[in-house]
Nanobody, 122 residues
C-alpha cells in the first residue's frame, strides 16, 4: 500500500500561482508513475499530468499545457504541480494519484490521495 498526501491548495486570484505537493509514503514499482487529477463541481474527474520517477512527463490536453508543470523530488518521494496563470476554470479539487504505468494511471490509478481544494477567484 502507498499513501499519498496532498498539500498546497488554497484560494488565489486569477492570474496567480500555486504549487501543489504530493508526498508518497513509499516509492515502489506500483507507484512508479505519479500524477494529478482534478474534479470541478458537477464535472467528472479529469487527468492533468503525470511523471515517472525517471522524469518522463505526460500532460493532458491544451487546457493546462504551458501553464502547469509537474516535477518531482526523488529524495523526498514527492511530486509537485506548479500552476501558473490560474483561471477560474481551474477551480477544482486536485487529487494525487499513483500507478505502475502510464497506460493505467490515466484510466484507473491504483492509489489516490484525499485531494486538496484550489479555488481561483476572478
Amino acid at each position: 500500500q502507498v499513501q499519498l498526501v496532498e498539500s498546497g491548495g488554497g484560494l488565489v486570484q486569477a492570474g496567480g500561482s500555486l504549487r501543489l505537493s504530493c508526498a508518497a509514503s513509499a516509492r515502489t514499482s506500483s507507484s512508479a508513475v505519479m500524477g494529478w487529477f482534478r474534479q470541478a463541481p458537477g464535472k467528472e474527474r479529469e487527468f492533468v499530468a503525470a511523471i515517472s520517477w525517471s522524469g518522463t512527463t505526460l500532460y493532458s490536453s491544451d487546457s493546462v499545457k504551458g501553464r502547469f508543470t509537474i516535477s518531482k523530488d526523488n529524495a523526498k518521494n514527492t511530486v509537485y504541480l506548479q500552476m501558473n496563470s490560474l483561471k477560474s476554470d481551474d477551480t477544482a479539487r486536485y487529487y494525487c494519484a499513483a500507478d505502475s504505468a502510464y497506460a493505467t494511471i490515466r484510466v484507473r490509478p491504483a492509489y489516490w490521495g484525499q485531494g486538496t481544494q484550489v479555488t481561483v477567484s476572478s
